[in-house]
């Protein structure tokens, strides 16, 4: 297990779980200051949970999640509304606020968080949306966007305050190659040059692979495997294999639990 | 028998649940430091929503229900040749019962389910999450001015709906079945009384704005976000608004002229 001079994100021992389904069961996952960290794996591993959890929008059954030092399952309401501001999020749908225009949402955590004047809120945002080439449609309604320059808006907004701590819920999902490299680019760009620490879950392995310094493959409530993408790449995990290769058959099943396909259809109902 | 015993009692369990949870909400979105910059706007959009654009449906009902208790009096009040009192009549039933009482029902179907729908559609796009890890409570941003707004909005509908129930009970009464002006008019001002009839109606009023906005928001923040979740959640809230209205008309009612 590697460990990292500088961590900013400590998850020790976390459990959590949905009903009777348990999402995570006693995981550790570190992540390292100023580097761009992916989570990936399967559908329904609960990448986006995790996200959720470091947000503090999700109670942990047991375990600690600190951030910078701070646990957050412990802050209290106002602690853990200022640890937010250091945070951006940007989620799978954008979430986008529907009742006013693009301008606005990227204006919003500004309006919310600082004082600035008017003409700093508007270079600001104008920059943002440049930064995502959506400069033109700021005045457009949330309404009349298609679902990836949405999610290229809602990436401005969560980049606006410049945060810490970025968390990427499948940014590249829904994008056209085109938007797909620049976002590749962007995200690179503000890790480097800003110095954000950057939390990426995907399923888009190349683009993931691309730009990650670190990833961790969650499966069946654990940490499967952990490592640099070369790492990754070269693993020999089965499990490991299969999904970097996009293999139907493997240890991961692709079929939901079920009972034997052929009884199941000669059965009579 | 046990199994039914059991069902009941965890459903019990699960509708007081349900009822402390929305205690907290309201709190939570009401007891906090005021933020008159932020918040005046958002609760004056709030007041154009579910205040102005109610008016229509409240002006047109309160003139029918008017122009009805005029109608209904007079025929009934004429038999006993006591038809001047069809003003005070009129006047007396919308002031203390009719008109809290169906504005709020049509409140609760116009804008309560409006705002259920608005919430839970918000949840069901993770707009109210962003808004959480922007480092904004919802509960302040988006239920608070709601709550504000029902609760300024419904007894000034109300008072329309008074006003212009008054005038449709005049415009059959006099204008049309001929009663004599002036004992109309003298008839509805000697008996109705301010602290009596009006204060008592404006108190109902604000009670039922009180709520029928905590359902809507309560429904709508809670609601599982899906599309079958948010259309239960619109439902219960008319539901669940329209009988809460009712039983507290009787209790309300009980209270100030149970006594009489």
Not at chain 2, 141 to 146: F, K, M
Not at chain 2, 160 to 175: P, Q, T
């Amino acid at each position: 297990m590697d460990s990292f001079d500088d961590v900013i994100i400590d998850i020790k021992q976390l459990s959590f779980s949905r009903g009777e389904r348990a999402i995570y069961d006693n995981v550790d996952i570190q992540v390292p200051r100023g580097k761009i960290t992916a989570i990936m794996g399967p559908s329904g591993t609960g990448k986006t949970t995790l996200l959720r959890l470091i947000g503090g929008q999700l109670m942990p059954e047991n375990g600690s999640i600190l951030v910078d030092g701070k646990d957050i399952p412990r802050l209290n309401r106002r602690e853990l509304f200022k640890m937010r501001s250091r945070m951006g999020m940007l989620f799978q749908s954008g979430a986008l606020f529907t009742d006013i225009s693009v301008y606005e949402n990227v204006a919003f955590p500004m309006r919310v968080h600082t004082d600035l004047s008017e003409e700093m809120i508007r270079d600001v945002v104008l920059m943002k949306l440049h930064a995502v080439g959506l400069r033109g449609a700021r005045d457009l309604m949330p309404s009349e966007l298609s679902g990836g320059m949405a999610r290229r808006v809602a990436l401005a907004r969560a980049i606006a305050l410049d945060p810490e701590i970025v968390m990427y819920d499948e940014p590249f999902a829904g994008q056209d190659p085109i938007a797909m490299g620049v976002l590749v680019n962007l995200i690179r760009r503000l890790n480097r040059a800003l110095g954000h620490t950057s939390i990426i879950v995907s399923h888009d392995i190349q683009e993931t692979l691309a730009i990650a310094d670190y990833i961790y493959l969650i499966s069946d409530a654990e940490v499967v495997a952990r490592g640099t993408p070369e790492e990754i790449n070269n693993a020999t995990s089965m499990k490991v294999r299969q999904f970097i290769q996009g293999l139907p058959d493997g240890p991961v099943p692709f079929h939901f639990p079920a009972g034997d396909y052929q009884s199941e259809l000669l059965q009579d109902s | 028998m046990l199994d039914l015993l059991a069902r009941l009692g965890h459903n019990g369990l699960k509708k007081l649940e349900a009822f402390g949870s929305a205690g907290i909400i309201l709190m939570q979105s009401l007891i906090a430091r005021p933020q008159p910059a932020t918040m005046l706007p958002l609760v004056i959009k709030q007041i154009h929503f579910v205040g102005v654009l109610s008016l229509i449906i409240i002006v047109v009902s309160g003139l029918f229900i008017g122009m009805v208790l005029g109608l209904q009096g007079y025929t009934i009040l004429v038999d006993y040749g006591s038809e001047q009192a069809v003003g005070q009549m009129v006047a007396l039933s919308l002031v203390r019962e009719l008109a809290p009482v169906v504005t709020a029902l049509l409140f609760a179907g116009r804008a309560g389910s409006a705002l259920t729908a608005e919430i839970g559609l918000m949840k069901a796009t993770e707009q109210l999450s962003s808004l959480e890890m922007i480092g904004v409570d919802p509960l302040r941003r988006i239920v608070a001015p709601r709550l504000w707004a029902g609760f300024i909005c419904l007894p000034v509908l109300a008072t329309i709906f008074s006003l212009v129930g008054i005038f449709g009970g005049a415009l059959v009464g006099i204008e049309w079945l001929g009663i004599y002006e002036g004992s109309f008019w003298s008839n509805m001002q000697n008996s109705v009384d301010f602290s009596e009839d009006i204060l008592n109606g404006l108190i109902k009023a604000v009670v039922f704005g009180f709520v029928v906005t905590w359902i809507a928001v309560f429904q709508g923040y809670d609601c599982v976000p899906t599309s079958e979740g948010i259309s239960d959640a619109t439902t219960k809230t008319v539901v669940y608004a329209s009988l809460s209205v009712l039983a507290l008309d009787f209790v309300l009612t009980a209270l100030m002229f149970g006594d009489l």
